[in-house]
């Protein structure tokens, strides 16, 4: 009667190769090595099904329901098509999930108080093992009337790939009680441990080696969708794997979510990382159609903090980071990135996701802070410390605003740049902006160079400089194949504060105290540049014009220099030969000096000088 009454209910056939009976407080019906049996199909059998029975029931109602239900050694073979299994029998989200649920607690309820199935063994349709083991243990909440819930605890454990050696024990809670509305039709706490990362390969060839333990709180909706929150740890992660030239240890970490999940999405809210219970980052993420091919994803993450030194070593094991950046990084001697927001939404499905698909999908914000850097000795720079920034990255540019540095004893401010690299590495462009006051001397080097391109044979005469000079810098360029060069487009203008030049063959420093230089590409605009001998009664002079580089000689445009008691004996021998002419005194007065047509090797000079007491000897009388 009972075993027709199942079939009725539930459509399974169980068919034993023999029957026991056993009188004890209860009736014990033990049935020998049944056969279950689903639309005639063989779907699972036991080694022995036992069914208590409560006497008074036998002669009441047939038996039922049952006192206890319990299967030993279950071997189920799992339908190809049952929802809510992946193909490694972990259950999934699906809509189909929630009613085939209700209609098996509505079969079984009239039929047993409680079922256990110790030591069951799960398999697809093929014969390979989906759970090697499984106890479960279920039992009405209350035994008084009405359809009280299920309450179900079980155990279960793998011994093949890719789950070899992972543990789960859960409880659950199967319905609602009597009178309650709720769209919840179950709920309980999962703790797992034992899962090895190894066999689970990551994109772009990443392998990573670590085990994981956790524990998952769920509540599965009428309508299949779960929601929950997941507590995991991982223990000695190390990435590995094609991208990387030798392991990175990770270490130990703790992660914290909270999910929704079901069929057509999975979400992951208040995502959290921990290490040495630090912070690394939160964040979240979605997944469209997850167990379809086709599935795309989406991530944002924030409160990302990183050393730049670490960020450096890191970089060194990555095998596709070009060796000058590497170099550049290796320079990094101090600072942290932190970012306050980062975004990766990318539209093309994640089987095709690539390098590509990160630098254009990408978007960051940030800060950058206590950075410092070596420059390489063809630099001729100082140390750059204490570099303090705002940096964005979206679609492959980095911006940077709000910037300043310390350059050995000099200050920049105001520094923004940008740099493309949309087509990186072969192609990088950027753009940079500052102003600053420079401490001369400690940067002559480094500008000799800029000097020595705009005007070559000024430069040659310039033995030293020392002094402060405020500072403003607009400049663009590229690297090539990440290969550095000087900005192809640059203008640097120069407002000396009290700078002196140590010129070659000159009795005494010149000091200059006013106006402007403009360094370009092959040019030089003075404005208003003031300056002279550093030495008692040598005399001053005031400089306006242009000199263009570009050609063997240079060119003097509008080119006017005045001169105030500039004494002769000092500055003639610096430009003619003494044994063609000499002389001793001051000069005052204008000169211009002017290139074109007819004075292309040297310019047309024009204006009046006075000369004041003094002499003047010419070598050929």
């Known amino acids: 009667v009972v075993l027709a009454r199942i079939y009725t209910e539930t459509g399974y056939n169980i068919v034993p190769s023999g029957v026991r009976l056993a009188f004890r407080s209860h009736l014990v019906v033990l049935l020998e090595k049944p056969t279950i049996y689903l639309n005639g199909v063989e779907v699972a059998r036991v080694d022995d099904l036992r069914a208590v029975l409560r006497y008074h029931t036998i002669f009441n109602t047939n038996g039922l329901p049952l006192y206890e239900l319990a299967l030993d050694h279950l071997q189920v073979r799992i339908p190809a098509n049952l929802a809510g299994v992946t193909a490694h029998g972990f259950p999934k989200p699906d809509v189909a999930v929630a009613p085939e649920l209700k209609w098996m607690l509505d079969s079984i309820s009239d039929l047993a108080l409680r079922i256990e199935i110790v030591d069951a063994v799960l398999e697809d349709v093929d014969g390979t093992p989906l759970i090697d083991h499984l106890t479960l243990t279920a039992y009405r909440q209350h035994r008084g009337p009405g359809a009280w819930p299920w309450m179900v605890n079980f155990e279960a454990g793998w011994k093949h790939a890719p789950f070899d050696g992972v543990g789960v024990v859960g409880k659950f809670r199967l319905g609602v009680a009597p009178g309650v509305v709720s769209e919840t039709i179950a709920s309980g706490l999962l703790r797992f441990h034992g899962l090895e990362v190894a066999p689970f390969r990551g994109p772009f060839g990443i392998d990573a080696s670590g085990q994981v333990a956790g524990s998952l709180k769920f509540a599965l909706r009428h309508d299949g969708e779960l929601l929950g929150s997941a507590d995991f740890s991982v223990v000695k992660l190390v990435l590995k794997g094609k991208p990387f030239t030798a392991p990175i240890a990770i270490g130990d970490l703790l992660l914290h979510a909270a999910y929704k999940a079901s069929i057509a999405r999975l979400e992951l809210k208040e995502f959290t990382v921990m290490q040495h219970d630090a912070t690394l980052l939160t964040g979240g993420g979605a997944m469209d159609r997850p167990y379809e091919d086709t599935r795309v994803a989406t991530m944002h993450v924030e409160g990302v903090r990183v050393a730049l030194t670490q960020a450096s070593a890191w970089m060194r094991l990555l095998r596709s980071i070009p060796a000058p950046l590497n170099d550049f990084a290796r320079r990094l001697s101090s600072g942290q990135i932190a970012l306050t927001e980062s975004t990766f939404n990318p539209t093309a499905p994640v089987r095709d996701w690539s390098a590509q698909t990160l630098r254009e999908d990408l978007t960051a914000r940030g800060n950058l802070t206590g950075a410092g850097f070596d420059p ?133 420093a010149v000091a200059i105290n006013g106006g402007t230089l403009l360094l370009r590409p092959g040019a030089i605009d003075i404005n208003q540049l003031t300056g002279g001998l550093t030495t008692a009664r040598g005399g001053s002079a005031t400089l306006n014009g242009t000199i263009v580089a570009t050609q063997r000689n240079p060119v003097f445009r509008n080119f006017v220099a005045e001169f105030r008691e500039f004494r002769t004996e000092t500055w003639l021998p610096l430009v003619l030969n003494p044994r063609q002419v000499s002389a001793k005194g001051p000069i005052s007065g204008r000169l211009t000096a002017q290139s074109d047509a007819k004075h292309v090797t040297v310019p047309l000079i024009t204006g009046r000088l006075t000369m004041g007491p003094g002499e003047l000897q010419f070598g050929f009388l």
């Open 376 to 508: 390489p000795a063809d630099f001729k720079l100082p140390p750059i410390r204490r570099v303090e920034a705002a940096i964005a990255y979206a679609g492959g540019l980095v911006t940077l605003k709000q910037g300043s540095a310390v350059l050995g004893k000099s200050i920049l401010t105001g520094i923004t740049a940008e740099v493309n690299l949309k087509r990186a590495p072969r192609l990088i462009t950027y753009k940079l902006r500052g102003k600053g006051a420079l401490d001369t001397g400690e940067l002559y080097p480094a500008l000799n160079g800029v000097a020595t391109s705009s005007a070559p044979e000024i430069a040659a005469r310039i033995a030293g400089v020392s002094g402060t000079t405020a500072a403003e810098i607009d400049s663009s360029g590229k690297i090539a194949d990440m290969k550095w060069s000087a900005p192809a487009d640059y203008a640097l203008k120069l407002l000396p504060r009290r700078v002196e030049l140590a010129i070659k063959d000159a009795p005494s």
